[in-house]
């Protein structure tokens, strides 16, 4: 689900390095014990949220937000990856965790290790 509609009323953001498996908010993709990761934590439309970021997706997110007239909210990422990306042989866009992972490669934004 794509929140770019709303903005947080209260927002602080962490880098916890995970003690347990989480998964990402934005990908899908699992934040493995001992990686460092980002938590934002608030309110946002009166209700309390607390979000997890790989580092991949973090990345991105951040190349995206220099662009001129971006907003990006939760959820949105892979979307608006696939918009920046070409078309496969048939017609098709990536989608979901395929079209963050093309767009980093695109840019030269490598999965951190």
């Known amino acids: 689900m794509c929140e770019a509609d709303y903005i947080a009323e209260v927002c602080e953001t962490k880098n916890p390095t995970a003690r347990k498996p ?9 934040i493995a014990k001992g990686e460092r990761y980002t938590l934002r934590h608030g ?6 949220f607390r979000l997890k970021f790989c580092a ?7 190349h995206l937000d ?15 990856c696939a918009e920046d990306l070409p078309a496969d042989t048939d017609g098709c866009y ?3 965790r395929k079209a963050i992972l093309a767009y980093a ?3 030269g934004l490598s999965e951190p290790k």
């Open 22 to 30: 989480h998964k990402c908010s934005e990908c899908g993709g699992v």
């Open 43 to 48: 309110i946002c439309n009166n209700e309390p």
């Open 56 to 62: 991949l997706c973090e990345r991105v997110g951040a």
């Open 66 to 80: 220099n662009r001129i007239d971006y907003v990006r909210g939760w959820g949105c990422l892979a979307e608006d």
């Open 94 to 96: 990536q989608t979901g």
């Open 105 to 107: 490669r695109m840019f």
